[in-house]
């Protein structure tokens, strides 16, 4: 029986599914079972996957039922103690089972080991490590006013009776399943954190955060059922938390706005998030929006994303090497195989 068991959720991936492969293969702990559910594929994701030759592979296909559903259809075919799930087009640092797994064995009352996330563009070929600080132990509060673990659905390791203690993913949710999933681990469970990026969460045109009215509906629905079962010492931070998810809305329009609509939108959502919490308005991220929100009515949406855009690189070229710079090599030479 393999340690550890890796769910893929996989829905008409035939561009992304065999780098995603390439990455687990190359991880360094090596025993795991690999399942990968096809979620009513109509492209030609099925026929790569017979391209594979690895017995740890297993492949089950299902008609089309949405993400949470397949995750949890994989957990059905798991044998593994520990359970992790990776989108069918993100990729993971060679390490990153091994150290996870090693953070989990050092901390037997933790539940869930999670990594920090590097954001990529839709080829690979851009990158941006997150900054965030890593909470570990009781984090139920920090995760009710956000979801800091960034990549959604392929970061965490979970240990499987923590897994079974909170029934798996809600099917009725497309959008912040794994928000609502990691809230009701918290709620009983203690997280430990690798601190460095582990995870690479493709950001694409089609991936669900660019769905950004449906994520608001079902990010709303998560809020809502988070904080009825919260405790009522932490109810207070209700408003705080929908401040968060409506700056990151009002990010969202931004970073993919090249219409006036589009900036009329994201001024709105920022505008609901500081009613929430005026407090937000200190933060330098919102800082930074209200920045490029400025520029973008100053001059225009498209040549004000082309300014941000040209400074971004420029700021990447001028980085120092790193860590996280060596990493990001690894995984270009991955890309490049």
């Excluded at 994701?45 to 949405?66: H, K």
């Excluded at 931070?237 to 409506?246: G, R």
């Amino acid at each position: 029986m393999p340690v550890i068991s890796v769910i893929v959720p996989a829905y008409n991936t035939e561009r992304t599914i065999l780098e995603t492969i390439a990455s687990l293969q190359l991880q360094t702990f090596s025993d795991f079972e690999l399942i990968v559910i096809n979620d009513g594929s109509t492209d030609r994701t099925l026929e790569r996957l017979n391209t594979v030759r690895d017995a740890r592979l297993n492949v089950f296909s299902y008609e089309n039922a949405g993400v949470s559903i397949a995750r949890n259809r994989g957990l059905q075919h798991a044998t593994g103690n520990f359970i992790t799930f990776i989108d069918a087009d993100d990729l993971w640092t060679p390490d990153k089972l091994e150290c996870q797994f090693a953070a989990l064995t050092q901390c037997p009352q933790a539940g869930v080991a999670y990594s920090r996330t590097c954001f990529m563009d839709e080829q690979g070929k851009t990158f941006h490590v997150d900054n965030l600080t890593l909470p570990e132990g009781d984090v139920y509060a920090k995760l009710l006013t956000k979801n800091f673990l960034l990549s959604p659905g392929s970061n965490p390791l979970i240990r499987r009776h923590a897994l079974e203690s909170v029934n798996g993913f809600d099917p009725s949710l497309t959008h912040g399943e794994d928000w609502d999933l990691y809230l009701r681990l918290a709620a009983r469970w203690e997280f430990v954190a690798v601190n460095k990026p582990q995870v690479f969460y493709r950001q694409s045109a089609t991936s669900a955060s660019s769905q950004v009215e449906v994520m608001e509906q079902n990010s709303l629905k998560v809020i809502e059922k988070s904080f009825q079962a919260a405790p009522s010492f932490l109810k207070p931070l209700k408003k705080q938390s929908l401040a968060n998810l409506y700056q990151f809305l009002a990010h969202l329009y931004i970073s993919r706005c090249r219409e006036k609509d589009g900036v009329n939108l994201a001024t709105q959502k920022l505008l609901t998030a500081v009613k929430f919490h005026p407090q937000i308005l200190l933060q330098k991220k919102t800082l930074g929006l209200l920045f490029k929100l400025l520029l973008m009515r100053v001059l225009s949406p498209t040549i004000a994303q082309d300014l941000l855009t040209s400074a971004r690189k420029q700021r990447a070229n001028r980085m120092q090497v790193s860590q996280d710079d060596l990493i990001v090599t690894e995984l270009r030479a991955l890309l490049s195989r």
